[in-house]
């Protein structure tokens, strides 16, 4: 059953994640979605993306803390430029139109995250 809601997650991530306006071609968009799932499994990740998350992500894909940081910053910039604006305005309760800046990284992370977990809990009939 794990592995079916592991795939189930993975597959919500990515979906999100393009209508948000994330192009898959992007380095950031795979330690976006690594993020996400690793939030989506334990939230406090999120509460120390230095510490905990990127460097995690790094050791994944074999690269550096700051070049994992610098990915999803600019995967997120993108996606608040291009994305579909109901849908950060469903999740963040605004988006690029309204004036305000962009989530921050742990910010972006952490909604997408809690989406997911609601969600699947929803399917799994685990309210």
Known sequence: MEKVEDKIAEQMVSHMMLDMGVPAHLKGYRYVRSAVLMAEEDMKVVGSVTKLL???IAKQYNTTDGKVERAIRNAIEISWERGNKE?????????SESGQ???TNSEYIAV???EVRI???TR????
């Open 101 to 103: 800046g962009r989530p």
């Open 119 to 121: 969600q699947i809990n």
């Open 112 to 114: 997408i995250a809690d």
């Open 124 to 127: 799994c009939g685990e309210n």
């Open 54 to 56: 990127y460097p995690e």
């Open 87 to 95: 849908t950060f305005e469903g999740l963040f309760g605004y988006c």
